[in-house]
């Protein structure tokens, strides 16, 4: 059974950092997708990074140069370092692994939604100006 776990959302004022936490188990984690989706109120989840099998990593424009995403594979941990945070990036922020038979590509422009079939519960994070 795969479980991903989040951990590190918080409140925060507007030019702070916050490093979000993904625990997983039982998944192989070195092998698919993974990423970060954030979802406000009244809208939609959206994709704010990903990474791939060979670290290679994506990132929505709205968080480019602020947000970094890494990974332990040791560990089987999902980071997400966001620095000067914006009220803008308030959220609940997702967690979020690929099906383990997915060999797409990973880059958000790229990958659709329903390709992560394996989700945290979420993190909020809010940002106050």
């Known amino acids: 059974q795969v479980q991903l776990v989040e951990s590190g959302g918080g409140s925060v004022q507007a030019g702070g950092s916050l490093r979000l936490s993904c625990a997983a188990s039982?998944?192989?984690?070195?092998?698919?997708?993974m990423g970060w989706f954030r979802q406000a109120p009244g809208k939609e989840r959206e994709g704010v990074a990903t990474?791939?099998?060979?670290?290679?990593?994506s990132y929505a424009d709205s968080v480019k140069g602020r947000f970094t995403i890494s990974q332990d594979n040791a560990k089987k941990t999902l980071y997400l370092q966001m620095n000067d945070l914006k009220p803008e990036d308030t959220a609940m922020y997702y967690c979020a692994a690929a099906w383990g038979g997915y060999g797409g590509s990973c880059a958000l422009e790229s990958v659709s939604l329903p390709v992560f079939g394996y989700w945290g519960q979420g993190t909020q994070v809010t940002v106050s100006s």
């Open positions: 990474t791939d099998r060979d670290g290679s990593t």
């Open positions: 039982g998944y192989t984690y070195s092998r698919g997708c």
